[in-house]
Structures are given as structure tokens and as C-alpha cells.
């Protein structure tokens, strides 16, 4: 079992940028592929960004290549969500999720694990 715990959501205006983290615990952390979803009011939850387990390997939305950045730091059992030039449509609900092995996987449903979700909401 992994329970994870995001934090680093808030408002900010049209430019800005968040840093979003998301806290592990319970298994090996660095067993575990991560990702980061999203979710706005009356929209599917969708693909933001992976990253392996070695940190390696990273995938991106086409919405926010070149805006967003993964990482992780698994010596502290947290993943980040480092997030630029955030737009209005950037606005939603943000998720870490967990998925054991090395795959990374752009669908939701190839996560096992999920956090509460922060609130994201970038201003015009």
C-alpha cells in the first residue's frame, strides 16, 4: 500500500508559476512510476506528466510540454510538479498517482494509487 499526499496547489495569475509535491508512504517509493493528472469542473480526469522510478524517464501532455517539469527526489519519497507560464485552462484539480514498476503509462487506469488532490486555479 502507498498512501501520498499532495500539496502546493493555490491561485495565481495567468504567468505565474506552482510548484506542486506530492509525499509518499508505506512501500518503496522508488519502486514506483509516478504521474500526475488533472481534473476540471465537468471534464475527465487527464494525463498531465509521468516519470519512472529512477527519474530517467519522463512524459508529457502535449497541453504542457515546455511549461512543466516532473522530477523526483526519492531519498525524501516525493515526487514534484514544477509548473510556468500557468494559463487559465491550466485550472483544475491536480493528482499524484502510483503505479509499481518501470513502465511509464499516460493513462489513469494504469495507477493503483492516488492522492486527495490540490486545488490549481490560474487567474486572466
Known amino acids: 500500500q502507498v498512501q501520498l499526499v499532495e500539496s502546493g496547489g493555490g491561485l495565481v495569475q495567468a504567468g505565474g508559476s506552482l510548484r506542486l509535491s506530492c509525499a509518499a508512504s508505506g512501500r518503496t517509493f522508488s519502486g514506483y512510476a509516478m504521474g500526475w493528472f488533472r481534473q476540471a469542473p465537468g471534464k475527465e480526469r487527464e494525463f498531465v506528466a509521468a516519470?519512472?522510478?529512477?527519474?530517467?524517464?519522463?512524459n508529457y501532455a502535449d497541453s504542457v510540454k515546455g511549461r512543466f517539469a516532473v522530477s523526483r527526489d526519492n531519498a525524501k519519497n516525493t515526487v514534484y510538479l514544477q509548473m510556468n507560464s500557468l494559463k487559465p485552462e491550466d485550472t483544475a484539480v491536480y493528482y499524484c498517482a502510483a503505479r509499481p514498476g518501470v513502465v511509464l503509462v499516460t493513462t489513469r487506469y494504469g495507477y493503483n494509487y492516488w492522492g486527495q488532490g490540490t486545488q490549481v486555479t490560474v487567474s486572466s
Open positions: 516519470i519512472s522510478w529512477s527519474g530517467g524517464s519522463t
